[in-house]
C-alpha cells in the first residue's frame, strides 16, 4: 500500500503543477484584456506575448530536458514554480507592453517547461511501467482543470480588484498552490527504496537496459519517425494555443460579455479534462494511431465550426469544446509516445527535442490569428487553414513507427518495472 501511495503521489504533485503552468497561456486572453485597455497595443502585437514565450521556451527545453534527465527535477520543479509566481508580480509592475514581453520571456517561459508537460513525463515515466498511460492521463488532467478554475477566478479579481493587484494576488494564490505539491515530489523509486510499479525488477531485464546504447541527440533527430509525430502534434497544439489565446477578444467582438466570454475557456478546458480522463482509461490498451486520428478529425470539426462564429455563442462554444475535447488528446498522447518509443531513460531529451520542434510552431500562431484578425476582421480564415492542416497529417499518421507489444514480460518492460528504450527499432 506504501509504494502504491507514493507512486500515485507523484501523479497528484503533477496533476497540481500542470493546472498552474497550464493557465499561463489558457488564461491570456483574460489577461489580455487589462493590458490592452492599459498600453494599447495592435492585437497582434498584444499576442507577442505567447510567441516571445514559446520562443524562449522553445530555446530552453532541449537543455532543460536533457538536465531532467540528470539533475533534480525536484530541485527545477522548485524554480519553475517561483519563477511563475514571481513573474505574475512582476507583471503587476509593468509600466509598458515592453515590459510586458520580457516578463513572459524571463519568468513565464521557463516555468511553462519546467513545471510543464514534459517535466512530469519525465517523473511519472520513472515511477510508473504497466500503468504509464494511466497515470499519466490523470496527471494531465491538471491542464484542462487549470484552464476551467483560472479563468474565472482572475475574472472575478480583475471585476473586485484594480489589475495590478488582481495580478499579485493570483502570484501568491499560485505559490501557495505549487509549492506544497513541489514539496510531495520524489525524483526516484529509487530514493525510497522502490522500484517502478512497486514490483521487483527482472535481473536478465535489467542487464539488458544497461546493453541499450544510449541514444543522442543526433540519432533521435535522424529518425523519421520524430518528425512525422512532431508534425501531427504541431499542428493541432499551435492551433489550439492560437485559438485559446485570441478567445475572449474573440467572443467580445462577437457582442459577448466578458464573463460569458471568459466561460468559454472553462468550457474548453472542461472538454479537455474529459479527453485526459478518457485517455488515462483507455490508452494502455488503445492504438495510438487511433488516437491521433480521432484527435486530428474532432479538432478539425471545431475549427471549422468557428469560422461561424457570427452565428452565435451556441456555435462558438460548440466549436471551443470540440477542438478542447479531440485536442486535448494530443497533450497526453505525446506524454504517453515519447518514453513508450525511445524509453523513460530518455524521456527528457527526446521531450526537450520534441517541445522545441513544436514550440517552434507556437510561436506563430497567436499574433497570426491576430494579424489575420486585423486584416480582414474575423479569424475565418486562420481556423480554415487549420482545419485543413489536420486532415492533410493524417496522412502522416500511418508512417509513424510504433513498437510492437510482446508478451507482458517484454512490453515496455510491463511486469519488471523497466522501461526498455526501442527507438532503435525499424519494421
Not at 29 to 42: G, H, M, T, Y
Not at 79 to 104: E, H, R, W
Not at 140 to 166: E, K, N, Y
Not at 234 to 260: C, F, H, Q, Y
Request: charged share 10%.
Amino acid at each position: 500500500m506504501r509504494k502504491f501511495i507514493i507512486g500515485w503521489r507523484q501523479v497528484g504533485a503533477c496533476l497540481v503543477l500542470l493546472a498552474a503552468g497550464a493557465m499561463i497561456a489558457s488564461v491570456y486572453s483574460v489577461v489580455a484584456v487589462p493590458l490592452a485597455k492599459e498600453f494599447q497595443p495592435s492585437r497582434m502585437v498584444l499576442m507577442l506575448a505567447m510567441t516571445i514565450m514559446s520562443m524562449v521556451g522553445g530555446a530552453l527545453s532541449p537543455i532543460l530536458g536533457s538536465q531532467m534527465d540528470r539533475r533534480s527535477l525536484r530541485g527545477m520543479m522548485f524554480l519553475g514554480a517561483g519563477l511563475l509566481s514571481v513573474g505574475f508580480v512582476a507583471l503587476s509592475f509593468a509600466t509598458s507592453f515592453t515590459q510586458v514581453l520580457i516578463v513572459y520571456g524571463l519568468f513565464m517561459a521557463p516555468a511553462n517547461v519546467l513545471i510543464g508537460p514534459m517535466a512530469a513525463s519525465v517523473l511519472i515515466s520513472r515511477w510508473f511501467v504497466r500503468r504509464r498511460g494511466a497515470a499519466i492521463g490523470i496527471a494531465i488532467t491538471g491542464v484542462a482543470l487549470g484552464g476551467f478554475f483560472f479563468p474565472p477566478l482572475i475574472q472575478g479579481l480583475l471585476d473586485f480588484f484594480s489589475w495590478r493587484d488582481a495580478f499579485r494576488l493570483l502570484g501568491l494564490i499560485i505559490g501557495l498552490m505549487t509549492f506544497p505539491a513541489v514539496a510531495l515530489v520524489i525524483n526516484t523509486p529509487a530514493e525510497r527504496g522502490l522500484h517502478p510499479d512497486g514490483v521487483e525488477p527482472d535481473p536478465e531485464a535489467v542487464r539488458a537496459l544497461a546493453a541499450q546504447p544510449v541514444l543522442t541527440s543526433r540519432q533521435v533527430l535522424a529518425d523519421p519517425t520524430f518528425w512525422c509525430a512532431a508534425l501531427v502534434f504541431a499542428v493541432v497544439l499551435s492551433g489550439m494555443k492560437g485559438m485559446v489565446t485570441n478567445l475572449v477578444p474573440l467572443a467580445l467582438d462577437e457582442g459577448i460579455k466578458p464573463t460569458v466570454a471568459a466561460l468559454l475557456i472553462s468550457i474548453y478546458s472542461a472538454c479537455g479534462f474529459v479527453a485526459k480522463f478518457s485517455f488515462a482509461v483507455v490508452s494502455d490498451r488503445l492504438n495510438m494511431r487511433t488516437l491521433l486520428f480521432v484527435s486530428l478529425a474532432g479538432f478539425a470539426t471545431g475549427a471549422i465550426l468557428l469560422t461561424r462564429a457570427d452565428m452565435g455563442y451556441a456555435v462558438i462554444a460548440t466549436g471551443v469544446g470540440l477542438i478542447g475535447l479531440f485536442g486535448g488528446l494530443m497533450v497526453p498522447t505525446q506524454g504517453l509516445f515519447i518514453p513508450r518509443v525511445y524509453g523513460a531513460g530518455a524521456a527528457g531529451r527526446v521531450g526537450g527535442l520534441m517541445s522545441f520542434v513544436t514550440l517552434c510552431a507556437l510561436l506563430s500562431t497567436p499574433p497570426i490569428f491576430g494579424l489575420i484578425f486585423d486584416l480582414t476582421g474575423n479569424y475565418d480564415a486562420i481556423f480554415l487553414s487549420f482545419a485543413v492542416l489536420a486532415v492533410g497529417v493524417m496522412l502522416v499518421v500511418p508512417r509513424i513507427r510504433l513498437p510492437q507489444r510482446p508478451a507482458p514480460t517484454a512490453r515496455d518492460g510491463e511486469g519488471t518495472g523497466v522501461a526498455l528504450p526501442v527507438a532503435v527499432e525499424r519494421p
